[in-house]
C-alpha cells in the first residue's frame, strides 16, 4: 500500500496570504466562518482543523498594521463549539507555553479532549518578547534563550498532569459509594527552573491519553524539542529537495530519544491557487499574488528588511538605494518572520541585483521574493505533485492555508481530494473517533 | 410586580454531595459534552434566563465518596453554545491565578459562538491548594487587609477584561479596499490599566463581542464582596436566610440585578434520599414547587429581581424547576412562557452598553 496523506486545514490567518479584499471573503471572527471550513475539511476526510494564535495585535513604525486581518478569537474556545459542529475532525489549537501556566493549560486541553471525544491537537509555541509581555501580569519575563527550556519544562509538566489519573480512578459506584477508587488520583509534584508545583489535578484522563502535540519550530532547539516530544512538526519547508533534507533531519533525530520513525509526522504549511487547467490555474495565481502584495503591502515589507520608514518610496518604483538600519530596535513587532532575515545588508544587495537586472519595481520584486503558492494546477496536477511529495519523503501531508475564508477549501475538497482517494493515498472514511485513530498514533501509556 | 428572572446553578451531580448516587443520577457521563448539552437544553425547554457552570482550579473535596474532577466551565459553555439558542450561558472562571488577557477574549468569543449569550461568573480563589497548582504566589487571608487586597484585585481584573472587551469600536473594521486598510486603526485602544497588582497594555486580539459586555456576575456573602459586586458585576448573588435578610442586603448591594441563591429540593423525592445532615452557604429549601414560588415572590417582594436556584440533585431537581416550579410561575404570570430576546443582556433588560473609548462616550 502506498504511504498514506495527512491533511489539515488551517483557519486564514492574519498575515497577507489571506485575501480579505475578495468579493467572497467572509468575517474572521463570526463563529460562522469557523463552522463551515470545519465542516468542509470534514466533509473531506481531512485529519485535523487548525488555529494559530499571537497575542498581540501586530504593529509597525509604532503603530497597529492594518493591511493585514486583524483579530482572532480564543483558541480553546472556538475549538470547544466546533465540538458541536464536527463528528470526526480533529481540533488542534496553537497554545502559548511562555504567557500561560502548565495546570491551567494541561484542564484547558484534557478538557477538550473529553468535550470532543478525543480530537485535541496542541501547537506548543513559545515567545519571549516583552512586546507581547505587555498583555500579561508577569510582562517581558522571560529571555530568549531560555524559551524552549521553559517550552520543554512546561510540556512535561503538563503530560505529568495528563497522566496523573489512572483509566480507571473513577467506580462512580452507585451501590458501594465509592466515586473514586483511587483517592490519589490526580496526584503530581514537579519543580524544575521554572515550575514548582504541586496538588491534585482535576480533570480525569481524557479519551486520548493526552492531545496530539504539534511544534513548528525550524531552529535547531525547535527540532530537538520536537524530535524528543512531539507527535507532529508543523514545517516550512514545503518544496521536494527542501523537504527531503528538513524530514531526513527531523526524523534522524527521533532515535535518540527512543522514538520510532512513524512516531513523528512532519506537515508542511502549504497554499494552492486551482484552475480548470494549468494555465488558468497559473494565471489566477498570478492574479492573487498580486492581491495578496498590494503596494502598499510591498512597501511595509520593504521596511521590515530596510527597518527603516519607506513611506515615501513609490511601490511601482525601484529600490531604496539607502542600506537597512541593522540596530536591534526593529520596525516590526509582534511577528516571527522579521527574525527570518539574514544578514539584512546582504539580502538588501540581493534585492536590488535581482531587481536590476529583471527590471522589477518594488512590488514586483517582493510579489518575487515572498511565498510563492505551493501547488499551482489543474486538480490533477495539485493532487499528482502533492502525492510525489508525500511518497518522496518531503512530507507525511500538509497542513492547507487556503486564501479565502471560509470557503477558500472548497474547490480542493471537491476536487483534489477525490483524486487522492482514488489513487489510493488518502481515506475515504474515518476509520476511529479520535485524532490518535487519524494520524496512526497509539495512546500514550502512563509512566508508572 | 415585574417577572422575575431565574437562573439555575449547574455543578457536578447536583449540590448535594449524595446527589450522583440517586437513581435518575448520571455519574459515568459527568465528563461527557452530551450530558451537559442534556441539562442546559432542559433548562432552556424551562425558559431560565441562564445556566451558570461552577468550576475551580483545583479539586472539589478529598473524599472518595464524592464527585471529584470536573472539565473547564468556558469550555463546557462554548460546546453547549452552538446547540442551544436562546439561554444564557455563564461560566465561572477564577481570577485569582489567571490572566486577564486569557479570561476577556474567552468569554468574548463565548460571546461571539453563542451570539450574543455569554456571561461570566467571577470567582476569587484563597484555597492554598490552588495557590500549590500554580506556584507563582502564596494566597493571604488571615487579616482583613489582605482579604480586601484579594477584592481589590478581582476589581481590576475585571476592569482590565472590560476595558479589554471596549478595545475595539464595533465599527472598527472597514475592510476599505481603495486604501488597503482591514481595520481603522484609530477605532482600536490600547487600554493601558495600571493598578496596584498588574498592568496590561491591550488592545485585545479579539474584536467587541456581539453584546459589548457580556454580563458579569459574582457571588458575594457579606460587605467586601458586596462592594465588589456593584462596582464590578451586573448580577450579584447573595444568600438570604429569609425575606427580612434579603431586602436588608439588597440595600448594601447597589445594582439593578440582585439575584437570590437557594438550594433546591422538590418533592417527590426517591425513597431513601434523605436532605440532611447536608448545608449550604445558602438557604436550603425542601418542598413542593408551590410552595418555593410561595417563598420566591415573598423574596422578590423583599427587593430581589430573580433567583439561581442550585438544584440540589441532578437532574432531578433540575426538572422540578422546569416542569413543576416554572409553570406554577406562569400561571402566577411572573414568568415569562417564551424567549423575549436572543441575547442575555436583553433577557436581563440590559441595554447594550456604548464603548467606553467611541468618540461620543467620551464626552459624556
Not at chain 1, 310 to 326: E, F, H, M, N
Not at chain 2, 172 to 185: K, L, M, N, P, Q
Not at chain 2, 252 to 274: I, M
Request: hydrophobic share 40%; charged share 25%.
Amino acid at each position: 500500500m502506498p504511504k498514506q496523506i495527512h491533511l489539515a486545514a488551517h483557519f486564514p490567518g492574519v498575515n497577507n496570504t489571506t485575501v480579505w479584499s475578495d468579493p467572497a471573503a467572509g468575517s474572521h471572527i463570526e463563529f460562522d466562518s469557523f463552522v463551515k471550513l470545519a465542516q468542509t475539511a470534514e466533509r473531506a476526510k481531512f485529519d485535523f482543523f487548525f488555529l494559530a494564535e499571537g497575542l498581540r495585535l501586530r504593529e509597525q513604525g509604532g503603530q497597529i498594521y492594518d493591511l493585514d486581518v486583524v483579530g482572532r478569537p480564543d483558541t480553546f474556545t472556538v475549538l470547544a463549539a466546533l465540538a458541536a459542529v464536527t463528528t470526526r475532525l480533529g481540533l488542534a489549537g496553537t497554545i502559548n507555553s511562555t504567557f500561560n501556566e502548565p495546570y491551567e493549560v494541561a484542564r484547558q486541553f484534557a478538557s477538550l479532549d473529553h468535550l470532543s471525544d478525543g480530537r485535541a491537537a496542541w501547537n506548543v509555541v513559545t515567545s519571549w518578547d516583552a512586546f507581547t509581555g505587555e498583555n500579561f501580569r508577569r510582562g517581558g519575563f522571560l529571555a530568549e534563550g531560555d524559551r524552549y527550556t521553559r517550552a520543554t519544562q512546561f510540556l512535561k509538566t503538563a503530560k505529568e498532569l495528563f497522566d496523573s489519573w489512572p483509566d480507571d480512578a473513577i467506580a462512580a459506584d452507585q451501590d458501594s459509594g465509592v466515586f473514586l477508587r483511587d483517592p490519589r488520583a490526580g496526584a503530581f509534584r514537579h519543580t524544575d527552573q521554572h515550575f514548582d508545583i504541586s496538588g491534585r489535578f482535576n480533570v480525569p484522563r481524557s479519551p486520548q491519553g493526552r492531545p496530539v502535540i504539534l511544534q513548528a519550530g525550524d531552529s535547531d532547539a525547535g527540532r530537538e524539542f520536537a524530535a524528543a516530544t512531539a507527535d507532529a512538526i508543523f514545517s516550512r519547508h514545503g518544496t521536494l529537495e527542501d523537504g527531503q533534507k528538513f524530514y531526513a533531519d527531523v526524523k534522524g533525530r527521533l532515535a535518540k530519544y527512543g522514538r520510532e520513525h512513524n512516531e513523528l509526522l512532519v506537515l508542511p504549511a502549504a497554499t494552492f491557487v486551482l484552475g480548470d487547467t494549468d494555465t488558468d490555474a497559473q494565471e489566477k495565481a498570478r492574479i492573487v499574488r498580486r492581491q495578496q502584495v498590494s503596494g502598499a503591502t510591498a512597501i511595509k515589507f520593504l521596511e521590515q528588511l530596510w527597518n527603516r520608514d519607506l513611506s515615501a518610496y513609490d511601490p511601482d518604483g525601484p529600490l531604496p538605494d539607502i542600506d537597512p538600519d541593522v540596530s536591534d530596535q526593529h520596525i516590526a513587532r509582534g511577528r516571527a518572520s522579521v527574525r527570518l532575515h539574514r544578514d539584512p545588508i546582504e539580502v538588501a544587495n540581493e534585492w536590488r541585483d535581482r531587481a536590476t537586472a529583471e527590471k522589477l519595481s518594488i512590488r514586483e520584486l517582493i510579489i518575487e521574493v515572498t511565498g510563492r503558492q505551493n501547488f499551482i494546477g489543474s486538480a490533477t496536477t495539485v493532487a499528482d505533485a502533492l502525492n510525489e511529495l508525500v511518497q518522496q519523503d518531503a512530507s507525511d501531508g500538509f497542513i492547507l492555508v487556503p486564501h479565502v475564508t471560509p470557503g477558500g477549501l472548497d474547490e480542493f475538497a471537491d476536487t483534489v481530494v477525490p483524486l487522492l482517494q482514488e489513487r489510493g493515498v488518502f481515506r475515504t472514511d474515518y476509520e476511529g473517533p479520535t485524532l490518535r485513530d487519524h494520524l496512526g498514533l497509539a495512546v500514550p501509556g502512563r509512566p508508572r | 410586580m415585574p417577572n422575575l428572572h431565574l437562573a439555575v446553578a449547574l455543578d457536578g451531580a447536583g449540590w448535594h454531595p449524595s446527589a450522583w448516587r440517586e437513581p435518575d443520577a448520571r455519574p459515568q457521563d459527568l465528563f461527557t459534552a452530551r450530558y451537559w448539552i442534556d441539562l442546559v437544553a432542559e433548562a432552556e425547554a424551562g425558559k431560565l434566563d441562564f445556566v451558570t457552570i461552577e468550576d475551580s482550579l483545583g479539586l472539589q473535596t478529598d473524599d472518595p465518596a464524592q464527585v471529584q474532577g470536573r472539565l473547564d466551565a468556558v469550555l463546557i459553555a462554548s460546546r453547549v453554545a452552538p446547540v442551544t439558542r436562546h439561554i444564557g450561558l455563564v461560566p465561572t472562571a477564577t481570577v485569582t491565578h489567571t490572566e486577564p488577557f486569557h479570561i476577556s477574549k474567552a468569554i468574548a468569543t463565548l460571546d461571539y459562538v453563542s451570539k450574543g449569550r455569554a456571561g461570566w461568573r467571577v470567582q476569587l480563589s484563597a484555597r492554598p491548594q490552588e495557590a500549590a497548582h500554580f506556584g507563582r504566589r502564596d494566597v493571604d487571608i488571615e487579616t482583613p487587609a489582605a482579604i480586601q487586597d484579594l477584592f481589590d484585585e478581582a476589581a481590576d481584573y475585571v476592569e482590565a477584561v472590560r476595558r479589554l472587551w471596549d478595545s475595539w469600536e464595533d465599527d472598527a473594521e472597514i475592510r476599505d479596499a481603495a486604501t488597503g486598510r482591514f481595520i481603522d486603526r484609530d477605532k482600536v485602544h490600547y487600554i493601558n490599566f495600571e493598578g496596584r497588582f498588574f498592568t496590561v497594555k491591550g488592545p485585545s486580539i479579539t474584536p467587541r463581542p456581539p453584546q459589548g459586555q457580556p454580563v458579569v456576575t459574582a457571588l458575594g456573602h457579606a460587605e467586601i464582596p458586596y462592594k465588589f459586586a456593584a462596582r464590578s458585576a451586573d448580577v450579584a448573588y447573595v444568600t438570604p436566610a429569609d425575606a427580612d435578610n434579603a431586602r436588608q442586603i439588597v440595600g448594601q448591594v447597589d445594582l439593578k440585578h440582585v439575584f437570590g441563591d437557594l438550594v433546591v429540593f422538590l418533592e417527590p423525592t426517591s425513597p431513601g434520599f434523605t436532605v440532611e445532615p447536608f448545608s449550604s452557604d445558602a438557604t436550603v429549601f425542601s418542598g413542593t414547587p408551590a410552595q418555593l414560588a410561595d417563598l420566591l415572590l415573598e423574596w422578590q417582594a423583599a427587593g430581589l429581581s430573580g433567583f439561581r436556584l442550585r438544584p440540589g440533585r441532578l437532574p432531578a431537581d433540575l426538572r422540578g424547576i422546569t416542569r413543576g416550579l416554572v409553570p406554577e410561575l406562569q400561571a402566577r404570570g411572573v414568568f415569562r412562557t417564551e424567549y423575549e430576546a436572543s441575547t442575555l443582556r436583553g433577557l436581563l433588560g440590559l441595554e447594550r452598553p456604548a464603548n467606553r473609548y467611541a468618540e461620543g462616550a467620551r464626552v459624556a
